[in-house]
């Protein structure tokens, strides 16, 4: 299964940019729709972006046109790129893999003036 390590979180303003990574070992990253979490205290986890072996991708309603993933299979690396932040994207990000019931530690991305 793929081992995933997120990292990149901190503390911005509202309108602030943070690009997350998540460094993934395992042998079914390039054929393994990968995606990005996020979870805030007293919610439920949710799904924010994915992205399929063919590069299609798809958005939370929220995040679209603000965040983009980028997956580089060469070094089964997933990205989150995050623009013009608001508050309510404050969470702990997680990186996930639909070929693999494991979870990273996540990385805290807090968005506050």
């Known amino acids: 299964q793929v081992r995933l390590v997120e990292s990149g979180g901190g503390l911005v303003q509202p309108g602030g940019t943070l690009r997350l990574s998540c460094a993934a070992s395992?042998?079914?990253?390039?054929?393994?729709?990968m995606a990005w979490y996020r979870q805030a205290p007293g919610k439920q986890r949710e799904l924010v972006a994915a992205?399929?072996?063919?590069?299609?991708?798809n958005y939370l309603d929220s995040v679209k046109g603000r965040f983009t993933i980028i997956r580089d299979n060469a070094k089964s690396t997933l990205v989150l790129e995050m623009v013009n932040l608001e508050p309510e994207d404050t969470a702990v990000y997680y990186c996930?893999?639909?070929?693999?019931?494991?979870w990273g530690q996540g990385t805290q991305v807090t968005v506050s003036s």
């Open positions: 996930k893999s639909f070929g693999s019931p494991k």
């Open positions: 395992g042998s079914i990253f390039n054929v393994t729709t």
């Open positions: 992205i399929t072996p063919a590069y299609d991708t």
